[in-house]
């Protein structure tokens, strides 16, 4: 699984990090950023589907 954030889209509700901070942090302004682009662990996709289904900009998207 591959993950993306695209930063255009994320208004900062920071969501993500809430739910997955093992995936995620927060910048100075408030805005998302993936701590690693790419690849997911196996045991953070549970996460990475909960993050990406509960941002609700559509900002995270999740490929095979
Ligand atoms: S939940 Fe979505 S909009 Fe909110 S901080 Fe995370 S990526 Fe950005």
């Known amino acids: 699984m591959q993950i ?3 930063a255009e889209k994320c208004q900062g509700h920071n969501r ?3 739910l997955a ?10 805005q ?3 701590l690693e682009e790419g690849d997911v662990p196996a045991d ?3 996460k990475a589907r909960l993050a990406a289904a509960n941002c609700p ?3 995270i998207t999740l490929t095979d």
């Open 16 to 18: 993500c990090y809430a």
């Open 32 to 34: 998302a950023v993936l």
């Open 4 to 6: 993306h954030l695209d």
């Open 21 to 30: 901070p093992e995936l995620f942090d927060v910048d100075d302004f408030g």
């Open 44 to 46: 953070l996709q549970e």
């Open 57 to 59: 900009e559509y900002a």
